[in-house]
Nanobody, 114 residues
Framework: QGQVVESGGGLVQPGASLRLSCAAS????????VSWYRQAPGKQREVVAT???????NYADAVKGRFTISRDNAKNTVYLQMNSLKPEDTAVYYC????????WGQGTQVTVSS
């Protein structure tokens, strides 16, 4: 079934950048599109960005032009480069396949605050 481990979060000021990593325990990412999700306090989990098997990417309107999703199949890892961070980007960030067939990881906290 595998597992994922998210990392790279932190406390940053508005306008800063972070790069999140999501490492899978096996090669499952090679067979599915993968998404980054986020959940802010009191809100539902939402999709932030998706990358297909063929590296076609899709973004939520709120992050378009600021976030970039990429994948390295050799490392079974998906990344999320986040630039020009805003306070409203504050959330716990998770990754999973688009069919969510991996147990959810712990996520990585991103806090954007001055």
């Amino acid at each position: 079934q595998g597992q994922v481990v998210e990392s790279g979060g932190g406390l940053v000021q508005p306008g800063a950048s972070l790069r999140l990593s999501c490492a899978a325990s096996g090669s499952i990412f090679r067979f599915y599109a993968v998404s980054w999700y986020r959940q802010a306090p009191g809100k539902q989990r939402e999709v932030v960005a998706t990358i297909s098997i063929g590296d076609v990417t899709n973004y939520a309107d709120a992050v378009k032009g600021r976030f970039t999703i990429s994948r390295d199949n050799a490392k079974n890892t998906v990344y999320l480069q986040m630039n020009s961070l805003k306070p409203e980007d504050t959330a716990v960030y998770y990754c999973n396949t688009v069919v969510q067939n991996i147990p959810w990881g712990q996520g990585t906290q991103v806090t954007v605050s001055s």
